[in-house]
Protein backbone atom coordinates (compact mmCIF):
# COMPACT_ATOMS: atom_id res chain seq x y z
CA UNK A 1 0.00 0.00 0.00
CA UNK A 2 1.37 3.68 -0.49
CA UNK A 3 2.54 5.51 2.35
CA UNK A 4 -0.27 8.33 3.24
CA UNK A 5 1.34 11.25 4.29
CA UNK A 6 -0.10 13.24 6.95
CA UNK A 7 -1.05 17.04 6.15
CA UNK A 8 1.15 19.52 8.05
CA UNK A 9 -0.25 21.92 10.50
CA UNK A 10 0.87 25.69 11.10
CA UNK A 11 2.22 24.69 14.81
CA UNK A 12 3.99 21.68 13.18
CA UNK A 13 5.63 24.01 10.86
CA UNK A 14 6.39 26.57 13.65
CA UNK A 15 8.47 24.53 16.09
CA UNK A 16 10.31 22.50 13.33
CA UNK A 17 14.62 23.84 13.98
CA UNK A 18 17.18 23.19 12.15
CA UNK A 19 19.78 20.35 12.30
CA UNK A 20 23.44 20.27 11.15
CA UNK A 21 21.58 18.79 7.66
CA UNK A 22 18.77 20.31 5.77
CA UNK A 23 15.47 17.98 6.29
CA UNK A 24 11.75 17.95 4.48
CA UNK A 25 8.44 17.81 6.11
CA UNK A 26 6.07 16.33 3.62
CA UNK A 27 2.18 18.10 3.44
CA UNK A 28 1.38 15.57 0.86
CA UNK A 29 0.68 15.40 -2.99
CA UNK A 30 4.15 16.67 -3.73
CA UNK A 31 4.47 19.64 -1.67
CA UNK A 32 7.30 19.81 1.30
CA UNK A 33 8.94 22.05 3.32
CA UNK A 34 12.58 22.10 3.37
CA UNK A 35 14.11 23.31 6.92
CA UNK A 36 18.02 24.49 6.18
CA UNK A 37 21.05 24.55 8.61
CA UNK A 38 20.27 28.20 8.52
CA UNK A 39 16.95 28.19 10.04
CA UNK A 40 15.45 29.15 6.39
CA UNK A 41 11.51 27.28 5.67
CA UNK A 42 11.20 26.79 2.15
CA UNK A 43 8.25 25.47 -0.04
CA UNK A 44 8.88 23.52 -3.06
CA UNK A 45 6.62 21.10 -5.15
CA UNK A 46 7.97 17.93 -6.14
CA UNK A 47 6.27 16.60 -9.88
CA UNK A 48 7.03 15.17 -13.31
CA UNK A 49 7.28 17.16 -16.27
CA UNK A 50 4.19 16.36 -18.50
CA UNK A 51 5.90 15.54 -21.43
CA UNK A 52 9.52 14.16 -20.19
CA UNK A 53 7.80 12.33 -17.24
CA UNK A 54 11.40 13.92 -15.88
CA UNK A 55 11.04 14.43 -11.69
CA UNK A 56 11.66 18.32 -11.41
CA UNK A 57 11.02 20.93 -8.91
CA UNK A 58 9.84 24.20 -8.19
CA UNK A 59 10.39 26.46 -5.38
CA UNK A 60 6.98 28.54 -3.79
CA UNK A 61 8.78 31.19 -1.72
CA UNK A 62 10.03 30.57 2.05
CA UNK A 63 7.69 30.72 4.87
CA UNK A 64 6.30 32.59 7.01
CA UNK A 65 5.87 35.08 4.18
CA UNK A 66 4.36 32.45 2.30
CA UNK A 67 1.64 30.68 4.56
CA UNK A 68 0.92 27.07 4.95
CA UNK A 69 -2.42 27.55 2.87
CA UNK A 70 -1.07 29.80 0.68
CA UNK A 71 1.91 27.32 -0.56
CA UNK A 72 -1.37 24.59 -0.56
CA UNK A 73 -3.31 27.18 -3.12
CA UNK A 74 0.28 27.30 -5.22
CA UNK A 75 -0.17 23.54 -5.37
CA UNK A 76 -3.30 23.27 -6.16
CA UNK A 77 -2.76 25.61 -9.38
CA UNK A 78 0.36 24.05 -10.49
CA UNK A 79 -1.80 20.14 -10.64
CA UNK A 80 -4.05 22.35 -12.54
CA UNK A 81 -1.89 23.33 -15.21
CA UNK A 82 -0.20 19.66 -14.82
CA UNK A 83 -4.17 18.33 -16.39
CA UNK A 84 -3.64 20.49 -18.75
CA UNK A 85 -0.32 19.17 -19.76
CA UNK A 86 1.58 22.52 -19.14
CA UNK A 87 4.71 22.57 -17.15
CA UNK A 88 4.04 25.24 -14.25
CA UNK A 89 8.05 25.87 -13.75
CA UNK A 90 7.52 26.79 -17.69
CA UNK A 91 4.68 28.30 -17.44
CA UNK A 92 6.04 30.95 -14.69
CA UNK A 93 9.05 31.97 -16.75
CA UNK A 94 7.00 32.84 -19.44
CA UNK A 95 4.87 34.64 -17.55
CA UNK A 96 7.72 36.01 -15.45
CA UNK A 97 9.12 37.02 -18.98
CA UNK A 98 5.62 38.88 -20.12
CA UNK A 99 5.99 41.11 -17.26
CA UNK A 100 9.73 42.05 -18.17
CA UNK A 101 9.19 42.45 -21.56
CA UNK A 102 5.97 44.91 -20.07
CA UNK A 103 8.30 46.78 -18.09
CA UNK A 104 10.99 47.57 -20.58
CA UNK A 105 9.12 47.59 -23.53
CA UNK A 106 7.57 50.59 -23.03
CA UNK A 107 6.22 53.36 -26.32
CA UNK A 108 9.25 55.32 -24.51
CA UNK A 109 12.13 52.49 -24.61
CA UNK A 110 11.15 51.75 -28.00
CA UNK A 111 10.87 55.34 -29.63
CA UNK A 112 14.56 55.57 -27.83
CA UNK A 113 15.87 52.72 -29.49
CA UNK A 114 14.34 53.74 -33.25
CA UNK A 115 15.41 57.50 -32.56
CA UNK A 116 19.10 56.36 -32.40
CA UNK A 117 18.27 54.41 -36.13
CA UNK A 118 16.53 57.49 -37.94
CA UNK A 119 19.18 60.20 -36.62
CA UNK A 120 21.55 58.70 -38.58
CA UNK A 121 19.66 59.59 -41.69
CA UNK A 122 18.58 62.77 -41.07
CA UNK A 123 19.67 66.23 -40.37
CA UNK A 124 20.99 67.14 -36.30
CA UNK A 125 18.01 70.41 -36.88
CA UNK A 126 15.46 67.54 -38.19
CA UNK A 127 16.46 64.74 -36.04
CA UNK A 128 16.09 67.75 -32.65
CA UNK A 129 12.58 68.74 -33.84
CA UNK A 130 11.52 65.12 -34.55
CA UNK A 131 12.41 64.26 -30.58
CA UNK A 132 11.32 67.19 -29.34
CA UNK A 133 7.92 66.62 -30.78
CA UNK A 134 7.44 63.38 -29.31
CA UNK A 135 8.57 64.79 -26.11
CA UNK A 136 6.13 67.29 -26.32
CA UNK A 137 2.86 65.68 -27.25
CA UNK A 138 3.20 61.81 -27.10
CA UNK A 139 5.53 60.72 -24.15
CA UNK A 140 3.34 62.72 -21.55
CA UNK A 141 0.13 60.73 -22.71
CA UNK A 142 1.60 57.36 -23.58
CA UNK A 143 5.17 57.10 -23.01
CA UNK A 144 4.95 54.80 -19.99
CA UNK A 145 2.55 52.38 -21.37
CA UNK A 146 4.00 49.37 -22.65
CA UNK A 147 4.11 49.03 -27.05
CA UNK A 148 1.99 46.04 -26.82
CA UNK A 149 -0.84 48.00 -25.01
CA UNK A 150 -0.95 50.98 -27.45
CA UNK A 151 -3.89 50.33 -29.96
CA UNK A 152 -5.02 53.31 -32.93
CA UNK A 153 -7.77 54.53 -30.96
CA UNK A 154 -5.40 56.09 -27.93
CA UNK A 155 -2.78 57.14 -30.18
CA UNK A 156 -6.07 59.08 -32.26
CA UNK A 157 -7.35 60.38 -28.96
CA UNK A 158 -4.00 62.27 -28.40
CA UNK A 159 -3.99 63.83 -31.50
CA UNK A 160 -7.53 64.66 -32.15
CA UNK A 161 -7.00 68.00 -30.10
CA UNK A 162 -3.80 68.89 -32.06
CA UNK A 163 -5.86 68.67 -35.13
CA UNK A 164 -8.61 70.61 -33.77
CA UNK A 165 -6.37 73.47 -33.09
CA UNK A 166 -5.54 73.38 -36.74
CA UNK A 167 -2.13 71.91 -36.79
CA UNK A 168 -2.16 69.75 -39.00
CA UNK A 169 1.33 69.80 -40.42
CA UNK A 170 1.74 69.04 -36.91
CA UNK A 171 -0.44 65.88 -36.66
CA UNK A 172 0.85 64.77 -40.23
CA UNK A 173 4.16 64.33 -38.45
CA UNK A 174 3.16 62.99 -35.81
CA UNK A 175 0.91 60.20 -37.52
CA UNK A 176 4.16 59.49 -39.31
CA UNK A 177 6.23 59.04 -36.47
CA UNK A 178 3.89 56.82 -34.61
CA UNK A 179 3.63 54.47 -37.97
CA UNK A 180 7.56 54.17 -37.62
CA UNK A 181 7.71 53.18 -34.00
CA UNK A 182 4.98 51.06 -33.92
CA UNK A 183 6.48 49.59 -37.46
CA UNK A 184 10.13 49.91 -35.67
CA UNK A 185 8.50 47.56 -32.52
CA UNK A 186 7.27 45.10 -35.46
CA UNK A 187 10.22 44.47 -36.99
CA UNK A 188 12.14 44.23 -33.42
CA UNK A 189 9.82 41.13 -32.79
CA UNK A 190 7.97 42.72 -29.94
CA UNK A 191 4.60 43.25 -31.27
CA UNK A 192 2.98 41.07 -33.85
CA UNK A 193 1.34 43.66 -36.08
CA UNK A 194 1.24 48.14 -36.36
CA UNK A 195 -2.29 48.90 -35.19
CA UNK A 196 -1.04 52.52 -35.67
CA UNK A 197 -0.68 52.30 -39.29
CA UNK A 198 -3.43 53.86 -41.04
CA UNK A 199 -4.31 56.89 -38.12
CA UNK A 200 -3.29 59.17 -40.71
CA UNK A 201 -6.17 58.60 -42.79
CA UNK A 202 -8.21 60.12 -39.96
CA UNK A 203 -7.28 63.25 -40.18
CA UNK A 204 -7.53 66.27 -42.53
CA UNK A 205 -4.25 66.40 -44.44
CA UNK A 206 -2.68 69.86 -44.10
CA UNK A 207 -2.53 71.91 -47.93
CA UNK A 208 0.21 71.59 -50.30
CA UNK A 209 2.48 74.47 -50.58
CA UNK A 210 2.85 75.68 -53.70
CA UNK A 211 5.55 77.61 -54.93
CA UNK A 212 5.69 80.84 -56.54
CA UNK A 213 5.55 80.79 -60.21
CA UNK A 214 7.77 83.32 -62.08
CA UNK A 215 7.62 85.72 -64.51
CA UNK A 216 9.59 86.18 -66.90
Given at each position: MPRITRPLSPTEIKAAKPKEKEYTLCD??????????????????RYYRPLTKQRNMISFGSWPEMSLADAREKRSEAKTLLQQNID??????????????????TFEAVAKRWFD????????????????????YLFPEIGTVPVMEIKAQRAIKIIEPIAAAGKLETVRRLTQRVNEIMTF??????????????ISKVFQRPAKQHMPRLCS
Open positions: GAGLELVIKPNGSKLWRLPQHHRDEQASAALSLSEHVKRSSVTPAYAEDLWRSLEMAVNSGLIDANPCSG
